[in-house]
């Protein structure tokens, strides 16, 4: 019995000891109860004042240590970035700058940091400088508030689908097609590279590979996501994405991650009235959810916008705009409008313009999509019934037959968020768009099924995950929103 009593003693002391989030103890509800806390130093002030921060929030503990009743060489290693467990009283600061603080009655060191070689000080970091030490950058007050931000709008995006009936759909991430005929996919191999086995002709054989064919990574999951749409009604995928186009800029990643609904029964209208209000859900989730996080990164943005030149500087803070977005309506305007009010622009009569506008049909550039959101309308765009030529062959070919129910949204600050469209149902347009397009019928077999057999009129739309976080946080590079960024020459870590 008293072995047994023993046992259960043990346990329970072992849970206690897990500790308490700082979280919890800063809403003062504590107060007057003897609490543990981990959590690595930020700070430690005239040998008294620990800057304790555990993740929960951006908010540190303060925890207070009266240096006499401890060990001198103990408080030598309470330094920037080690970790502690601290055991004491939460109780009402006299201090400023907090309401709560720890009397802490016993220090325990669980991992050392040496201060000669840990690379973040107490002091401002360059995003650049942070972006070589990405394992450690998660330890900063600004990655700390983007990773907890991310967390949030991953559950909101579950969360918008599942109320509204939508079904989550793992699609693959290998795959044998091209979904968007770019051709910018990374191969998939297990070929020996150095000696590949070749055809008659020369060729790799890829019939030796792995899945008896070429494969890669896949850049959408859109062509899956429409066969369970064509069956289940509404669906959604979340996966990462990879695209190997070279495009050095601040809002191209080579592994991203997309959010990509598709619906039976819905039409172009019904896609963008979707489009928007899912961004519009998001936004609203983050001002709820993500209140102090926000508060830091507006601080943040508003910092780095001081620096800048008075014509680069944003008309809103980081929350204003957020604000803006959720309480307007988007301006939808069609491909030909934008053309026109493009084309009479200022920039292009004064060709300040890199690529002149000069006729219909033009691809559009991203200055032209931010001289659109950010100088003519002042708010987010959704422009529609682009040129077909210029689109992906699965879009829906329009009446007039030279432009296909495309739809994109434009951002401030970030260009193209979204692009979708109403799909071609109809299976000998389609078929022909196959052919004209030059992609091989043979690998489009399962699709074009779908266009056999109870075709119905169906949308979708794909929304960049990290470039949607980016305007949440008003981060201005890419880079900076996920924790470990892969572009062209980039893959540490
Ligand atoms: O416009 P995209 O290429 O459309 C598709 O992939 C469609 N299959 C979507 C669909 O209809 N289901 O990409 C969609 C969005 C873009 O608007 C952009 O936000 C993001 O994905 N995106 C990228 N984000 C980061 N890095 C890149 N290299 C991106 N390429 C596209
Ligand atoms: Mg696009």
């Not at 009266?66 to 290693?77: G, N, P, Y």
């Not at 991203?256 to 019904?270: G, K, S, V």
Request: with cysteine; hydrophobic share 35%; glycine share 8%.
């Amino acid at each position: 019995m008293v072995f047994l009593r023993s046992i259960n003693w043990i346990s329970k002391t072992k849970r206690i000891m897990r500790g308490i989030k700082i979280k919890e103890l800063l809403k003062g509800e504590k107060v007057g109860e003897h609490v543990i806390v981990k959590g690595w130093v930020r700070t430690f002030r005239s040998n008294r004042f620990i800057a304790l921060n555990d993740g929960s929030t951006s908010g540190n503990l303060q925890a207070v240590v009266d240096f006499e009743k401890f060990d001198e060489a103990q408080l030598k290693r309470v330094t920037t970035g080690a970790s502690v467990a601290l055991e004491g009283t939460l109780i009402e600061s006299l201090g400023q700058g907090q309401d709560y603080e720890l009397a802490v009655e016993s220090l325990e060191i669980l991992g050392d940091s040496d201060p000669n070689e840990y690379p973040l000080q107490p002091k401002k970091h360059s995003l650049e400088f942070l972006r070589e030490i990405a394992h450690l950058r998660v330890r900063t007050n600004t990655f700390g508030a983007i990773y907890r931000v991310r967390h949030a709008m991953i559950y909101a995006v579950h969360k918008f689908f599942n109320d509204k009936g939508f079904y989550n759909v793992h699609t693959p991430i290998i795959t044998g097609s091209d979904a968007e005929g770019a051709g910018e996919m990374f191969r998939v191999t297990t070929l020996n590279i150095d000696n590949p086995p070749r055809t008659e002709d020369g060729k790799i054989d890829d019939s030796q590979d792995f899945f008896d064919r070429e494969t890669n990574l896949t850049v959408s999951g859109q062509l899956e996501g429409e066969t369970a749409a064509l069956a289940l009604g509404e669906i959604y995928t979340f996966g990462p994405t990879f695209r190997a186009e070279n495009s050095n800029t601040s809002r191209h990643l080579a592994e991203f991650w997309m959010i990509e609904p598709e619906m039976a029964f819905y039409d172009l209208q019904d896609n963008m009235d979707l489009a928007e209000e899912f961004v519009k859900y998001l936004v609203s989730y983050a001002l709820e959810n993500c209140k102090d996080d926000l508060e830091l990164l507006d601080k943040r943005a508003a910092d780095e916008d001081k620096t800048k030149p008075q014509n680069e500087r944003s008309e809103m803070g980081l929350i204003e705009r957020l604000e803006f977005v959720k309480n307007n309506d988007f301006e939808r305007v069609s491909y030909t409008e934008a053309i026109e009010i493009l084309k009479r622009s200022k920039p292009n009569q004064k060709k300040k313009f890199k690529y002149l506008i000069n006729e219909w049909g033009a691809d559009l550039q991203s200055e032209h999509e931010r001289f659109l959101v950010e100088k003519h309308f002042k708010k987010p765009v959704t422009l529609y019934n682009y040129p077909a030529n210029i689109k992906a062959f699965y879009m829906r070919l329009n009446e007039d037959e030279k432009t296909v129910a495309a739809m994109d949204v434009l951002f401030p600050g970030i260009g193209e968020i979204i692009g979708g469209s109403q799909r071609e149902e109809r299976y000998d347009v389609l078929k022909k768009k196959i052919t004209d397009m030059g992609i091989e019928e043979k690998d489009m077999w399962w699709y074009l099924d779908t266009r056999k057999f109870g075709t119905a009129p169906h949308s979708g739309f794909g929304l960049g995950f990290e470039r949607m976080i980016q305007f949440i946080t008003g981060m201005g590079n890419i880079r900076d929103v996920i924790p470990f960024p892969r572009t062209p020459g980039n893959a540490e870590f």
